[in-house]
Nanobody
Framework: QVQLVESGGGTVQAGVSLRLSCAAS????????MGWFRQAPGKEREFVAA????????YYADSVKGRFTISRDNAKNTVYLQMNSLKPEDTAVYYC????????????????????WGQGTQVTVSS
């Protein structure tokens, strides 16, 4: 069982940076793939970034590539999402998610492949 708690959201102006954190409970965190997803009002939840258990495989949505960075500290049971050059279209509730090791690269991008979800943290970017 894994419990996830996100933090670090807020309201910022376009162009600035935010770092989201996701603290996980459970002894098996270091074996889990971790992902960040987001959901804007009226839209489906979408993939943002993901990391394999070791951090050796990292994936990003095209919309955030080059601006966002996912990282994890297995000693602290925490995964981060550094968000730079924020845009109004990044406004959403951001969720972290955890899964046992993924079967394929494609799995990282699918909400249905993740077993555990946090409650979400709101990020609002004004123009």
């Amino acid at each position: 069982q894994v419990q996830l708690v996100e933090s670090g959201g807020g309201t910022v102006q376009a162009g600035v940076s935010l770092r989201l954190s996701c603290a996980a409970s459970g002894r098996t965190f270091s074996t889990y793939a971790m992902g960040w997803f987001r959901q804007a009002p009226g839209k489906e939840r979408e993939f943002v970034a993901a990391s394999s258990w070791s951090g050796g495989s990292i994936y990003y949505a095209d919309s955030v590539k080059g601006r966002f960075t996912i990282s994890r500290d297995n000693a602290k049971n925490t995964v981060y999402l550094q968000m730079n050059s924020l845009k109004p279209e990044d406004t959403a509730v951001y969720y972290c998610a955890a899964s046992p090791p993924m079967r394929s690269r494609r799995s990282y991008f699918e909400t249905g492949e993740y077993d555990y979800w946090g409650q979400g943290t709101q990020v609002t970017v004004s123009s």
